[in-house]
């Protein structure tokens, strides 16, 4: 009689099964799922760590997509910061990094540290509605379609981050404060200003501005983030603030 022999699945392919053993490239994943596409479109900042690696790398290596190389290196180095400390040498040792690509890795993680480094007067700081128009206007006031944009603030009310919210007509059905604050709280930002545009040129705030207004205002509270200003641009230099005016800020 012939013994039959179960193999030992767990053992054969590791604690996740035979699931784990298959990886598909990322030319095979669907559209919504590939890195490239999602910082496309949602922008960088809505993509984690390993996807960002990822981009940057472009490809992986023989039965292991980028995306699972990423992570592995991720993991391996304890995370984004222990990646910033591995030099050169180190990055060059692990499978699928050539030099290309840890040169690549090291001068991205470079820059980065560069912009965080930046002097705090090289920052720009908003202590009124003009300073929000200074930094703005010129660009904003071309525009040919409605732009909403928040600054994110630090505690000394520098601007750490200009983030584009929403593009085409504003209005209170279309914007969700959750949007507008995430960013804010990925940052840390304790206070935050809108700004947007009225292609039209007259920056006379609509019912729909003060709406959206009042409904940023009592999102910020449960929050614990404050909206310091909601500033409307305008064309030739004019702008409103909705703060001065206590519009949605009653």
């Given at each position: 009689?012939?013994?039959?022999?179960t193999?030992?699945?767990?053992?054969?392919?590791?604690?996740?099964?035979?699931?784990?053993?298959?990886?598909?490239?990322?030319?095979?994943m669907?559209?919504?799922?590939?890195?490239?596409?999602r910082?496309?479109?949602?922008?960088?900042?809505?993509?984690?760590?390993?996807e960002?690696?990822?981009?940057?790398?472009?490809t992986?290596?023989?039965?292991?997509?980028?995306?699972?190389?990423?992570?592995?290196?991720l993991?391996?180095?304890?995370?984004?910061?222990?990646?910033?400390?591995?030099?050169f040498?180190?990055?060059?040792?692990?499978?699928g990094?050539?030099e290309?690509k840890?040169?690549q890795?090291?001068?991205?993680?470079?820059?980065?540290?560069?912009?965080?480094?930046?002097?705090?007067q090289d920052?720009?700081?908003?202590?009124?509605?003009?300073?929000?128009?200074?930094?703005l206007?010129a660009?904003?006031a071309?525009?040919?379609?409605e732009?909403?944009?928040?600054?994110?603030?630090n505690?000394?009310?520098?601007?750490?981050?200009?983030v584009e919210?929403?593009?085409?007509?504003?209005?209170?059905s279309i914007?969700?404060?959750?949007?507008?604050?995430?960013p804010?709280?990925?940052?840390?930002?304790?206070s935050i200003?809108?700004?947007h545009?009225?292609?039209?040129?007259?920056?006379?705030?609509?019912?729909?501005?003060?709406?959206?207004?009042?409904?940023l205002v009592s999102?910020?509270?449960?929050?614990?983030?404050?909206?310091?200003?909601?500033?409307?641009?305008?064309?030739?230099?004019?702008?409103?603030?909705?703060?001065?005016?206590?519009?949605?800020f009653e």
């Amino acid at each position: 009689m012939v013994a039959t022999v179960t193999p030992d699945i767990e053992s054969a392919h590791g604690a996740s099964g035979w699931a784990s053993a298959y990886q598909p490239r990322i030319r095979d994943m669907p559209q919504g799922e590939r890195p490239r596409e999602r910082l496309r479109e949602y922008g960088p900042r809505y993509l984690s760590n390993a996807e960002l690696i990822a981009i940057l790398l472009r490809t992986g290596v023989q039965g292991e997509n980028v995306l699972a190389m990423s992570n592995r290196l991720l993991s391996r180095f304890g995370g984004l910061d222990g990646l910033g400390r591995a030099n050169f040498a180190e990055l060059c040792a692990e499978r699928g990094l050539s030099e290309a690509k840890a040169s690549q890795l090291l001068a991205s993680l470079e820059l980065g540290r560069r912009f965080i480094s930046l002097a705090p007067q090289d920052r720009a700081v908003i202590n009124s509605p003009q300073d929000v128009a200074n930094l703005l206007q010129a660009e904003m006031a071309t525009l040919e379609q409605e732009h909403l944009r928040a600054l994110l603030l630090n505690t000394k009310n520098q601007v750490i981050n200009t983030v584009e919210v929403y593009v085409g007509n504003v209005n209170s059905s279309i914007v969700r404060p959750s949007e507008v604050f995430r960013p804010a709280v990925r940052d840390n930002a304790p206070s935050i200003i809108v700004v947007h545009n009225h292609p039209s040129g007259d920056p006379t705030p609509s019912p729909e501005d003060v709406a959206i207004t009042r409904e940023l205002v009592s999102a910020g509270k449960l929050l614990g983030i404050d909206l310091l200003d909601h500033v409307v641009i305008g064309s030739g230099g004019r702008y409103v603030s909705l703060n001065e005016r206590r519009l949605g800020f009653e």
